[in-house]
């Protein structure tokens, strides 16, 4: 009986490495690969062992032949901004001549009767893929000034930003302009782009940038990649990447070109491997302690000293994905989103407006977002109401300071209200 078992027990042995031999074989024969190395099977990819140098290489110099027309420009301090005086989304979003969103300029100083607030994020503060008229922060601006309140709202937020990004955005310019109030667009998302030096790296299309980074050192903030290195010389790097002293912190290149798995040789477990990847939308690196979640929490914590230094109050606004908004309003038992404790530290710690918390179930349709998955007009309309109450309330309890005034009655008169 013995032998019989081990006989049996060879038989499935064999049929098992056979089924994923053919398998493996199927898959190969099924899949494509690029020059540069890239297996692709539907709508799954497995990155070479190495960069892919010929796809960034033709992103690269499509940047630099256009560079003289391009809106999304290379900056020395933050990597990419907008052209000064141009125009993008088919003439629907404007820059002025300091280069952030707005259809006119500004004067450094505030006038003296009028709050003066200032917005800094990433795309969905920017407004990507709804007008100039449509975008939150103008509707913002309108609102309060509707309601009484003179105020003038300055958009400084850029697509693809990261946080570091953000507060470097507020020392190089939006400081310049001495704003009373500095609303954060908080995306939690955006905590791996704390840990990433080399755009294409993390986001395969889009312009050829690298960016500022931050690191802890010591449990001290400290700015690598300062100034950026331009698009012109990022070729050389990828073609040496493993030696370039940005390399130790580029953790995009860590976790996708040199990280070796006992399965990498095989196509079929490193397809299985990269399903289940993509398939986890929280990854280790929003949870407390990984590097991505501690830079965030130190960031906005810096960028907050910054602002109360300058004089001005510093609130932040969460605004959540699609994604996150579906999971929120799920009526099946969830666990607290991994990125939760940035939420609840940036409750504790400063003014907080949780824009989820003023939507209801219909709005995860799709249609008020866009076919990006931005904010449609309607959530833009949704998101300006919730802030203007909510910075009308902060400021008429007196949490919200704005010391350049005596009191709030210079902008603010009495009778002055918001619904939030």
């Known amino acids: 009986m013995r032998r019989r078992a081990f006989a049996n027990a060879l038989i499935v042995v064999f049929a098992v490495t056979l089924t994923m031999i053919l398998l493996e074989v199927l ?86 009767d009028t709050l003066r607030i200032a917005v800094f994020g990433d795309s969905f503060t920017a407004g990507d ?93 400290q700015l690598l990649n300062v100034p950026t290195l331009p698009p012109e010389q990022l070729m050389d790097v990828f073609e040496n990447f493993s030696n370039h002293p940005l390399a130790p912190f580029e953790f995009y290149y860590q976790s996708r070109f040199t990280a070796a798995r006992w399965w990498s040789a095989s196509r079929l477990f490193s397809l299985v491997f990269e399903a289940l990847r993509q398939a986890e939308d929280e990854p280790d690196i929003y949870r407390p302690g990984s590097e991505g979640g501690e830079l965030g929490q130190a960031i906005i914590d810096a960028f907050a000293q910054d602002v109360n230094k300058a004089g001005a109050e510093f609130v932040v606004l969460h605004l959540p994905l699609q994604s996150h908004l579906i999971r929120y309003f799920s009526n099946l038992p969830r666990p607290r989103p991994v990125y939760d404790f940035l939420l609840e530290h940036s409750r504790k710690s400063y003014h907080y407006i949780a824009l989820e918390e003023h939507l209801q179930p219909m709005h995860v349709d799709d249609k008020f977002w866009s076919p990006t998955k931005h904010y449609g007009p309607l959530l833009h309309a949704l998101v300006a109401e919730v802030a203007a109450g909510e910075i009308s309330t902060c400021i008429e309890s007196g949490a919200c300071r704005a010391p350049r005034f005596a009191d709030s009655s210079a902008f603010m008169p009495a009778e002055a209200t918001v619904d939030g």
């Open 27 to 112: 898959v190969r024969v099924a899949g494509t690969t690029d020059a540069d190395g890239r297996f692709t099977l539907l709508d799954f990819s497995l990155e070479s062992q190495s960069l892919p140098v010929n796809e960034l290489r033709g992103q690269i110099e499509g940047y630099i032949a256009n560079k003289d027309i391009a809106v999304v420009i290379y900056d020395e301090w933050t990597g990419w901004s907008f052209r000064p005086n141009s125009v993008r989304q088919g003439g629907t979003f404007t820059i002025n001549s300091a280069g952030f969103r707005a259809e006119r300029d500004f004067d450094l100083s505030p006038p003296p």
């Open 129 to 221: 893929d709804v007008g100039d008229d449509e975008v939150w922060g103008h509707l913002l601006e309108r609102a309060l000034n509707e309601a009484g309140i003179r105020a003038e709202v300055l958009n400084f937020g850029v697509g693809a930003f990261g946080m570091g990004q953000a507060y470097l955005r507020w020392q190089r310019l939006g400081k310049s302009f001495a704003p009373d109030i500095v609303l954060f667009g908080l995306q939690p998302e955006n905590l791996k782009r704390n840990v990433n030096v080399f755009r294409q790296l993390l986001h395969r299309s889009g312009p050829a940038f690298s960016k500022p980074r931050f690191a802890l050192i010591d449990d001290e903030l």
